[in-house]
């Protein structure tokens, strides 16, 4: 014997009872639907925890905490802020200079750009840092910041936290 289902009404859904199982008809499969494009969307935005590129006060930051162990003294701390200030703006302004022309940059010019601007970096760290902090940092914390950056691409060019290019 065959029971006709009982169907009641809550908030604009139909809910059909049937064999003690409730039934949600279409405006709630829409509703769940138009929920997950919504979430797809804002993903695929970069909204929803995506990838955010840190500001040049973010990356000096990070980069002056990790150089803790090379105990820098008070005028190493500021000279070594300052040449990652610069550099992080000037490799900032050559991305966005690199990116202006619309289209994809050209991978080789910004590695090399890059490399110039790391090997900048560093002689100029040279002359703030002692030969054996400047050796500490080529050997031991720029490698180990590339490496927190990971290889996966699409990180806007490798500005994760990024130190610049692999001179060695």
Excluded: C
Aim: zero cysteines.
């Amino acid at each position: 014997m065959r029971h006709s289902p009982q169907v009641f009404r809550l908030y604009g859904f139909q809910f059909y009872i049937v064999n003690s199982k409730i039934i949600v008809m279409k405006k709630m499969i829409v509703l769940i639907a138009v929920v997950f494009a919504g979430i797809y969307t804002t993903q695929a935005q970069g909204g929803g925890g995506g990838y955010q590129r840190r500001t040049v006060e973010e990356r000096v930051k990070m980069v002056m905490d990790r150089l803790g162990d090379l105990k820098l003294d008070k005028d190493q701390t500021t000279k070594t802020d300052s040449v990652f200030t610069e550099f992080y703006r000037n490799r900032d302004k050559a991305m966005q200079d690199m990116m202006a022309g619309g289209g994809q940059p050209d991978r080789d010019k910004m590695r090399e750009a890059n490399q110039k601007m790391s090997a900048d970096r560093d002689d100029k760290l040279k002359k703030v840092f002692t030969a054996d902090q400047y050796k500490k940092w080529k050997d031991e914390i720029e490698p180990a910041m590339r490496q927190q950056r990971g290889g996966g691409g699409g990180n806007g060019g490798g500005g994760g936290n990024g130190t610049g290019g692999g001179n060695k």
